[in-house]
Nanobody, 124 residues
Framework: QVQLQESGGGLVQAGGSLRLSCVAS????????MGWFRQAPGKEREFVAG????????TYADSVKDRFTISRDNAKNTVYLQMNSLKPEDTAVYYC?????????????????WGQGTQVTVSS
């Protein structure tokens, strides 16, 4: 397992941008598939974006496609989520997660390590 710590959340107006970061502990970060999930008040946690260990393969939820970009820097043990054109419905706690599997399916059960989450609030 790896330990994960998110940062970069905050309050932003609709149409604005934020970049979330997630730093991982351990020497094997580069072997993990990484993902971002979010949970809005009163809703279940949902998949947002994922990236495989090499960084070349990514996948996104339809609701964020063309607005969010996931990337990683294995030298810094960090995964990022660039969020543009934010909408009020993007308001949620955002979680970073790590999976030892090479699969990139967006399934919460694939991810065994989770961060504490960072709040993103988008005002209208």
């Amino acid at each position: 397992q790896v330990q994960l710590q998110e940062s970069g959340g905050g309050l932003v107006q609709a149409g604005g941008s934020l970049r979330l970061s997630c730093v991982a502990s351990g020497r094997t970060f580069s072997t993990y598939t990484m993902g971002w999930f979010r949970q809005a008040p009163g809703k279940e946690r949902e998949f947002v974006a994922g990236i495989r260990y090499g960084g070349r393969s990514t996948t996104y939820a339809d609701s964020v496609k063309d607005r969010f970009t996931i990337s990683r820097d294995n030298a810094k043990n960090t995964v990022y989520l660039q969020m543009n054109s934010l909408k009020p419905e993007d308001t949620a706690v955002y979680y970073c997660a790590a999976s030892p599997l090479a699969l990139l399916r967006g399934r919460e059960a694939d991810f065994g390590s989770w961060g504490q989450g960072t709040q993103v609030t988008v005002s209208s």
